[in-house]
Nanobody
Framework: QVQLVESGGGHVQPGGSLRLSCVASGFSFPYSVMTWLRQAPGKELEWVSFIDYDGSFTSYNESVKGRFTISRDNAKNTLYLQMNMLKPEDTAMYYC?????????????RGQGTQVTVSS
């Protein structure tokens, strides 16, 4: 059974940083591409970032490019999202998902989420 558990969210001031983690179990994490998504209040779920099996390829939503960095540690079955220069519009529930962005947005496995709030 696929399990994804996110952590690391919190309340931070604009310009601050957070690092999200997602611990995976129940499937072969090193052989799975992974995606971070987010959903702001009143808005649709959106793709944030994607990483391939070994981290050699990554992709970012234009809204976070240059500020967020996705990475993974296959030995620890853990996915990360380093978020720098946070803005109020980054406030959302953040989820990690198993699979490419199109699959997770279409209902693929994802965790329960971790809340990120950016405000002064």
């Amino acid at each position: 059974q696929v399990q994804l558990v996110e952590s690391g969210g919190g309340h931070v001031q604009p310009g601050g940083s957070l690092r999200l983690s997602c611990v995976a179990s129940g499937f072969s994490f090193p052989y799975s591409v992974m995606t971070w998504l987010r959903q702001a209040p009143g808005k649709e779920l959106e793709w944030v970032s994607f990483i391939d099996y070994d981290g050699s390829f990554t992709s970012y939503n234009e809204s976070v490019k240059g500020r967020f960095t996705i990475s993974r540690d296959n030995a620890k079955n853990t996915l990360y999202l380093q978020m720098n220069m946070l803005k109020p519009e980054d406030t959302a529930m953040y989820y990690c998902g198993k699979g490419p962005s199109w699959a997770v947005l279409g209902g693929g496995p994802r965790g329960q989420g971790t809340q990120v709030t950016v405000s002064s």
